[in-house]
C-alpha cells in the first residue's frame, strides 16, 4: 500500500442522477480497481455479462471494479472494504439522497488509511427551485451543496437553455470557490470526477474529453519550478482550469502539487520527481507552448 485509499461522495438529493454518474464511473475505470458502496444494488443496472462473481454483500466486476452493498452499517462496510486484498484504488460511495456528505467525509478523517478525495454533488436542473424552497428539505440541500467541491447539473436537457443559465449563476453565486459542470445521464470523463490518480500523473485521454468538452495539457517540467508561485499561477487559471497536478521540484526539495475544487495542496515527494503536470479544463486554457513559457518564469 503506498498511501491512503482516496474516498470520493456522491451525493444529491432523490432523483438527481447520482446512479446514473456511478454506472458511468464504472464503465470507464480505465484500469482503476473501484470499489463502490451503494443501498441498493439493482438500482445499477449492472449488465450480467460484467459480473465476474457474486459473493455475500459484495459483486466483482470483470474490469477490476466491486460494487458492495451498505446495508444499515456504514461503518461495518467501511471496516469490510478496507480488509480487501489487494485495497481498492479508489472507494466512491452514492450517498443516499438526504445524507449529510460532511457527516460520511468524516470516515477519511478518523482511519489513517482513508483520505478525501472530494465531494461531488449533483444539482437537478428541473427541481433546484423546488427543493431549496421547501422547508422541509432546504436545510438538508443546502448542507449538500456547500459540502462539495464539485458541482454536477444532471438532466441539463430537460430545462431551457434560460432556466439552465439562471441555475448556473445562482450556483455560482453560491459557490464561487468550485468547478460547476454538467452531465445528461452521468456522462463525464472519470479524470475530472475522481481526479488524477498515483503520484506521477499519466495524461488522460484527450480524446474523450474533447468529446465531452475539455481541454487538457501535458507537461514535462524538468527545471525547478517554485511551488508558491505555481500555486499562484493555477488559481489565475480559474475558472478555465478544472484539474490539474505534477510532480516537480524546487528548492525545497521534489513535491506533488495537486489542484482540484478550487483549491491547491502541495505535499513533500520522498522520490526522484518525474516533471509530469497535467491540466485538464473548460476550452481557453492556454496551450502547452504558453503554459511552458510561463511555468519558467516560476522557476
Not at 202 to 216: K, R, T
Amino acid at each position: 500500500m503506498s498511501g491512503p485509499v482516496p474516498l470520493t461522495i456522491i451525493s444529491g438529493f432523490l432523483g438527481s442522477g447520482k446512479t446514473s454518474l456511478l454506472n458511468h464511473l464504472l464503465s470507464q475505470s480505465d484500469g482503476r480497481r473501484i470499489t463502490a458502496m451503494v443501498n441498493d444494488f439493482g438500482a445499477l443496472n449492472i449488465d450480467a455479462e460484467l459480473i465476474e462473481a457474486k459473493h455475500g454483500n459484495q459483486i466483482s466486476l470483470t474490469n477490476g471494479c466491486a460494487c458492495c452493498s451498505i446495508g444499515d452499517d456504514l461503518t461495518r462496510s467501511f471496516i469490510d472494504v478496507m480488509q480487501q486484498t489487494p485495497l481498492p484504488d479508489h472507494i466512491v460511495i452514492e450517498a443516499s439522497g438526504v445524507a449529510e456528505p460532511n457527516r460520511i467525509a468524516g470516515f477519511s478523517a478518523v482511519d489513517p488509511h482513508l483520505r478525501l478525495d472530494g465531494i461531488v454533488t449533483l444539482v437537478d436542473a428541473g427541481a433546484h427551485h423546488l427543493h431549496k424552497d421547501d422547508p422541509h428539505l432546504a436545510d438538508n440541500y443546502a448542507k449538500q451543496i456547500d459540502a462539495a467541491h464539485m458541482l454536477v447539473i444532471s438532466k441539463p436537457d430537460l430545462v431551457k437553455a434560460a432556466a439552465l443559465a439562471v441555475l448556473r449563476d445562482a450556483l455560482a453565486t453560491d459557490r464561487p470557490d468550485i468547478p460547476i459542470l454538467q452531465a445528461e445521464h452521468g456522462a463525464l470523463p472519470i479524470d475530472l470526477l475522481l481526479g488524477l490518480n498515483g503520484d506521477t500523473p499519466a495524461a488522460p485521454d484527450s480524446n474523450h474529453l474533447v468529446s465531452h468538452g475539455f481541454e487538457s495539457r501535458a507537461l514535462h517540467l524538468h527545471a525547478p519550478t517554485d511551488r508558491d508561485r505555481l500555486a499562484d499561477y493555477l488559481l489565475g487559471l480559474r475558472p478555465q482550469l478544472l484539474r490539474a497536478k505534477g510532480v516537480l521540484t524546487d528548492n525545497r526539495g521534489a513535491y506533488v502539487i495537486d489542484y482540484a475544487g478550487g483549491r491547491i495542496v502541495c505535499r513533500p515527494f520522498d522520490k526522484q520527481p518525474s516533471g509530469h503536470f497535467v491540466l485538464i479544463g473548460k476550452p481557453g486554457l492556454p496551450d502547452e507552448t504558453t503554459l511552458v513559457a510561463r511555468l519558467k518564469q516560476a522557476a
